[in-house]
């Protein structure tokens, strides 16, 4: 198997893109994906997944996180980096996400079109004491699942309703029938309302709409 770049660096390269996303998370309060955004489009996403030395291990995590968002034309106070990384989630994202990356060789950019960072968080609960080769079987069995329509999709479709005919005739918010039709969020934890207002105009049973649950 080729990685993205030399084993030796892989540690470092861990820790600090740990740090970097929980420095944001917990230090700044910024949402995780926006500041992913800010990292890809600063061109450092780029030079970490090539395991460029300088950005996996010269320089720390928070010092990272600060160039990310110089590079990207804000300007403020920053505080101090974290000590303690024990209860957070965001250290968990970015420590597996570095290695997802280094296994599959994806650039951060094509991950992030595939996986946002709120994925991986809801991950967190059932995968954080397991390996992370389970993190990357499971977010690879997560990205095959999105290549495939979804029930709901698939039913709206063959009734010919558009998103936005569903939804007013469903009683439904139309950007939470968007979410559930790309996975955004899980239908089968819907309310059984919702589940019964999806149902009737489209001729099916609810449990039509439920999806295959993912096996972690």
């Known amino acids: 198997m080729i990685y993205a770049y030399n084993e030796m660096y892989l540690n470092d390269a861990m820790r600090n893109m740990?740090?970097?996303l929980d420095y944001a998370a917990e230090r700044l309060a910024m949402n995780m994906?926006?500041?992913?955004?800010l990292f890809i489009t600063s061109g450092l996403a780029e030079q970490f997944g090539k395991g460029t030395p300088k950005f996996v291990s010269g320089l720390s995590g928070t010092e990272l996180a600060m160039l990310v968002?110089?590079?990207?034309?804000?300007?403020m106070e920053f505080p101090m980096a974290r000590i303690d990384y024990e209860c957070s989630t965001a250290y968990w994202c970015g420590w597996v996400l570095a290695y997802y990356q280094w296994v599959t060789g994806q650039t951060f950019k094509e991950i992030h079109k595939t996986i946002s960072l709120a994925?991986?968080?809801?991950?967190?609960?059932?995968?954080?004491?397991?390996?992370?080769d389970k993190f990357v079987d499971t977010?690879?069995?997560?990205v095959r699942l999105k290549q495939y329509a979804t029930k709901l999709q698939t039913l709206r479709k063959a009734a010919g309703y558009s998103q936005r005919e569903l939804a007013e005739c469903a009683g439904i918010?139309?950007?939470?029938?968007?979410?559930y039709e790309i996975r955004a969020k899980d239908i089968n934890?819907?309310?059984a309302s919702t589940l019964a207002?999806?149902?009737r105009p489209l001729g099916c049973r609810m449990e039509d709409l439920l999806e295959n649950s993912l096996m972690i």
């Open 18 to 20: 740990a740090e970097m």
């Open 197 to 199: 207002a999806l149902s």
């Open 139 to 142: 977010v690879k069995q997560l």
């Open 69 to 75: 968002l110089e590079k990207s034309g804000m300007e």
């Open 119 to 132: 994925e991986i968080e809801r991950l967190y609960p059932t995968l954080h004491e397991a390996s992370e």
């Open 189 to 191: 934890k819907a309310a």
């Open 173 to 179: 918010n139309l950007r939470t029938l968007q979410q």
């Open 33 to 37: 994906d926006d500041f992913f955004a």
